[in-house]
């Protein structure tokens, strides 16, 4: 059984940093382009940032880009997202995701997927 999971988020204070995980079980990530989403409340489910199998490739959202940082560890099953200069906009709730498939930013493209974790972030 497949099963990712997040793990690091919380409440911080706009300007802020913080390092969300991605842990993987029942699969290995290392043949799948990794990628992280998240959805704000009243809010559709947006693309934040993703990783090609290797890690030779990312990509982001721009309102993420330039703060945000995705990487992976395929030895240890796992994919991070550092964020620093937390805005209030970004306060969501993140999930990770695994595409068996292609470097996609679609959603739809995403067979496998985490429980989620709040990052709330006040001004």
């Known amino acids: 059984q497949v099963q990712l999971v997040e793990s690091g988020g919380g409440l911080v204070q706009a300007g802020d940093s913080l390092r969300l995980s991605c842990a993987a079980s029942?699969?290995?990530?290392?043949?799948?382009?990794m990628g992280w989403f998240r959805r704000a409340p009243g809010k559709e489910r947006e693309f934040v940032a993703r990783?090609?199998?290797?890690?030779?490739?990312?990509d982001y959202a721009e309102s993420v880009r330039g703060r945000f940082t995705i990487s992976r560890d395929n030895a240890k099953n796992t994919v991070d997202l550092q964020m620093n200069s937390l805005k209030p906009l970004d306060a969501a709730v993140y999930f990770c995701?695994?595409?068996?498939?292609?470097?996609?930013?679609?959603?739809?493209?995403?067979?496998?997927w985490g429980q989620g974790t709040q990052v709330t972030v006040s001004s």
């Open positions: 995701a695994a595409s068996r498939g292609a470097f996609v930013v679609s959603a739809a493209g995403y067979s496998y």
């Open positions: 029942g699969v290995s990530l290392s043949s799948y382009t």
């Open positions: 990783i090609s199998w290797s890690g030779g490739r990312t």
